[in-house]
């Protein structure tokens, strides 16, 4: 049987407060991990080890984090991702809403992008 979203919500939730130290309050579906949670690189593999876990799923690096495509000429120009690079991304993380950074898509901003709903929609997609 598949979790409900408030399900899905409450585990990323758990697993987001004991690998950050955050409150519960704190994780909210609009907050981003790395802004306003505090997330470092190192965080994100003690996240992605939880969810697995708690989830009983497998999350390859590379959907969560597409490093290729920000390092790859044909789809950044001057730090900055172009149009087919937003595409791109669009197509591997159909999950997060990249909307806001489409506006103004610097590589650098790239990592404080993601939300806690964006974890939460990627964790549906591999539940469903």
């Known amino acids: 049987m598949a979790l409900s979203q408030d399900e899905i919500f409450e585990k990323v939730q758990e697993a987001l407060v004991e690998a950050l130290g955050v409150d519960d309050d704190e994780v909210t579906a609009e907050a981003t991990l790395v802004g306003d949670l505090g997330a470092e690189s190192i965080d994100f593999l003690d996240i992605v080890f939880k969810l697995e ?66 974890l939460v929609g990627y964790v549906t997609s591999k539940t469903e």
């Open 53 to 118: 876990k708690a989830f009983d799923i497998q999350i390859p690096r590379e959907e969560l984090s597409p490093e290729d495509i920000l390092t790859d000429s044909n789809f950044v120009q001057d730090g900055v991702v172009t149009a087919d690079g937003i595409a791109e991304l669009k197509k591997r993380m159909p999950w997060a809403n990249l909307d806001t950074f489409a506006e103004n898509p610097r590589v650098q901003d790239f990592g404080n992008l993601l939300t806690v709903g964006d």
